[in-house]
């Protein structure tokens, strides 16, 4: 691949909808709560976006579309539709372009599951984030076991592709306890499961209790024995971690996320969206940001056709950094050939030689000359990795 003809691999689209019904206490999203939803003024603000985006980067092909947010179910289902429409005239979208809606399991939501998916979407995300009662109640959420179970259900029905998120590693939660709901999550399953260990994220609800000692976390062998039960326990369904909290059945990963993972071209529109575009026939990776509060962003898309707050070229030895961040999370890893292209620099110029040598000593690193990944045990500890690996 040349970075100045990102044509040659598709594009991802990422639309941002920032509104929920409430604001979980874990949650550092750029999500708002409106007592109305400006679903009018918000979705002539996406279309008028996307459009300008589409003007600037001209012809692509369109692998995939990811509604996210806040809670993106919250949408009108003709607002999705009609971005849908919008997008795939504007682009050219593949044959079998993945089209992906983050959703909650409330019944209010879960009741209209089947107009999302006559509006175009082909691939459902429920966040469920627990399948037990008091823990549900602890992460804030609005929805029981059953109307999850019940969404769960009715999802698989509908859509013919379906994910679904859980939390772990929570405040109090037992080895047995865990294994247990995942078990019992993974026979709902469809072909693909995130499942994230909980962390305190700055400026969180869940952070003020952390420091007053209210919430307690597993300690770092505890979570790592939770990491490996989740994989064990994944593996027996058929789920192989492709990514270090992703896990899919083989052809079922999400192309969306690979686009970030394999450091592709994405283009993010709506509040807070990021995105690293390459318009054409220019050399430079743009690093690009959307004012985060939504307001503001519809007033600037409204007066001058985006809500761009933040752009600039991404320096190679920072698209190095970001792409090693990013690719080492893949059980696939990384290749050098397309890492040199992408990056501007080759792969051996951007790690440091003496912890590269040691990691591959302690069997966290692979390297057969073309292919650098990181093994599962060095994915374990992927985080510690990194800060020295990465120059």
Request: proline fraction near 7%; glycine fraction near 8%.
């Given at each position: 691949?040349?970075?100045?003809?990102?044509?040659?691999?598709?594009?991802?689209?990422?639309?941002?909808?920032?509104?929920?019904?409430?604001?979980?206490?874990?949650?550092?999203?750029?999500?708002?709560?409106?007592?109305?939803?400006?679903?009018?003024?918000?979705?002539?603000?996406?279309?008028?976006?996307?459009?300008?985006?589409?003007?600037?980067?001209?012809?692509?092909?369109?692998?995939?579309?990811?509604?996210?947010?806040?809670?993106?179910?919250?949408?009108?289902?003709?607002?999705?539709?009609?971005?849908?429409?919008?997008?795939?005239?504007?682009?050219?979208?593949?044959?079998?372009?993945?089209?992906?809606?983050?959703?909650?399991?409330?019944?209010?939501?879960?009741?209209?599951?089947?107009?999302?998916?006559?509006?175009?979407?082909?691939?459902?995300?429920?966040?469920?984030?627990?399948?037990?009662?008091?823990?549900?109640?602890?992460?804030?959420?609005?929805?029981?076991?059953?109307?999850?179970?019940?969404?769960?259900e009715a999802a698989r029905a509908i859509f013919p592709r379906l994910s679904?998120?859980?939390?772990?590693?929570?405040?109090?939660?037992?080895?047995?306890?865990?294994?247990?709901?995942?078990?019992?999550?993974?026979?709902?399953?469809?072909?693909?499961?995130?499942?994230?260990?909980?962390?305190?994220?700055?400026?969180?609800?869940?952070?003020?209790?952390?420091?007053?000692?209210?919430?307690?976390?597993?300690?770092?062998?505890?979570?790592?024995?939770?990491?490996?039960?989740?994989?064990?326990?994944?593996?027996?369904?058929?789920?192989?971690?492709?990514?270090?909290?992703?896990?899919?059945?083989?052809?079922?990963?999400?192309?969306?996320?690979?686009?970030?993972?394999?450091?592709?071209?994405?283009?993010?529109?709506?509040?807070?969206?990021?995105?690293?575009?390459?318009?054409?026939?220019?050399?430079?990776?743009?690093?690009?940001?959307?004012?985060?509060?939504?307001?503001?962003?519809?007033?600037?898309?409204?007066?001058?056709?985006?809500?761009i707050a933040f752009e600039k070229p991404v320096a190679p030895a920072d698209?190095?950094?970001?792409?090693?961040?990013?690719?080492?999370?893949?059980?696939?890893?990384?290749?050098?050939?397309?890492?040199?292209?992408?990056?501007?620099?080759?792969?051996?110029?951007?790690?440091?030689?003496?912890?590269?040598?040691?990691?591959?000593?302690?069997?966290?690193?692979?390297?057969?000359?073309?292919?650098?990944?990181?093994?599962?045990?060095?994915?374990?500890?992927?985080?510690?990795?990194?800060?020295?690996?990465?120059?």
């Amino acid at each position: 691949m040349d970075p100045a003809t990102p044509d040659r691999e598709p594009l991802a689209l990422y639309i941002h909808w920032p509104f929920c019904l409430a604001k979980c206490p874990y949650c550092d999203f750029n999500s708002h709560v409106r007592d109305t939803l400006p679903q009018a003024r918000f979705r002539a603000a996406l279309g008028t976006e996307l459009a300008w985006e589409a003007a600037r980067l001209g012809p692509r092909r369109l692998g995939s579309i990811f509604f996210g947010g806040g809670t993106p179910s919250l949408m009108e289902p003709e607002t999705v539709a009609a971005l849908i429409a919008e997008a795939t005239r504007l682009f050219t979208p593949l044959p079998d372009v993945e089209i992906t809606l983050e959703a909650n399991p409330t019944s209010v939501e879960a009741g209209r599951l089947r107009t999302f998916f006559q509006a175009g979407v082909n691939r459902l995300s429920l966040g469920v984030q627990s399948l037990e009662p008091e823990a549900l109640a602890q992460l804030g959420r609005r929805h029981s076991v059953s109307e999850a179970i019940a969404a769960l259900e009715a999802a698989r029905a509908i859509f013919p592709r379906l994910s679904f998120d859980l939390i772990y590693a929570r405040p109090g939660q037992t080895m047995a306890a865990w294994r247990r709901e995942l078990r019992d999550a993974l026979a709902l399953a469809a072909d693909h499961l995130s499942l994230y260990q909980l962390t305190i994220e700055p400026g969180t609800q869940y952070e003020a209790l952390y420091r007053r000692g209210e919430i307690v976390l597993p300690d770092a062998d505890g979570a790592a024995a939770l990491y490996e039960a989740t994989c064990e326990e994944a593996s027996r369904f058929g789920l192989e971690p492709y990514e270090v909290s992703n896990y899919a059945r083989p052809g079922s990963e999400s192309r969306h996320n690979l686009a970030y993972w394999r450091y592709g071209d994405y283009a993010g529109i709506g509040p807070g969206a990021h995105g690293r575009v390459t318009p054409p026939g220019s050399p430079a990776l743009l690093a690009t940001r959307r004012h985060r509060a939504p307001e503001p962003w519809a007033e600037r898309v409204e007066r001058q056709g985006h809500g761009i707050a933040f752009e600039k070229p991404v320096a190679p030895a920072d698209r190095a950094r970001e792409m090693l961040l990013m690719g080492l999370r893949l059980a696939e890893g990384i290749d050098a050939g397309r890492f040199a292209v992408r990056c501007g620099l080759p792969l051996a110029a951007s790690i440091d030689a003496d912890v590269f040598a040691q990691a591959q000593d302690a069997g966290y690193l692979t390297w057969n000359g073309a292919r650098l990944v990181a093994t599962a045990e060095g994915r374990l500890r992927l985080d510690a990795l990194l800060s020295h690996l990465v120059l």
